[in-house]
């Protein structure tokens, strides 16, 4: 079976049709769902993988709004799950929490140096 990018290549007088894109998504959306059965990929992983479809899509067939389309029906849910909406928010809080702890150390490292300077500056 040839590629995706083989398969737009050589049609260069011809596009790749509607047909041929569908299939190629619903194969890849099947080994992924595959690998995520195997336990070879998290829901998580498998979702960001299917997410990164989406997007590519998004871009790479931006001149293409009938295929464009046709592979955001495939990729993007239609309704997100309790558990996806968690997993979303458990990431921010954890990219916040990150960012606190490390303005938190710096705030720290500065009121050290601030203290250094105050016992320099005191004595005579």
Do not use: W
């Amino acid at each position: 079976m040839l590629s995706f990018r083989t398969k737009a290549s050589i049609s260069t007088g011809f596009p790749l049709s509607e047909k041929e894109l569908t299939e190629f998504v619903e194969e890849a959306i099947l080994i992924l769902k595959q690998e995520l059965c195997d336990g070879y990929l998290t829901e998580r992983e498998y979702h960001n993988y299917v997410k990164l479809f989406h997007f590519a899509a998004n871009r790479v067939l931006a001149k293409h709004p009938q295929m464009q389309e046709e592979v955001n029906q495939m990729t993007e849910p239609l309704i997100k799950l309790p558990s996806m909406i968690m997993d979303e928010l458990e990431a921010e809080i954890a990219d916040r929490d990150a960012k606190i702890a490390s303005k938190d150390a710096e705030i720290r490292r500065l009121q050290e140096l601030i203290s250094q300077l105050s016992s320099c500056n005191s004595t005579p």
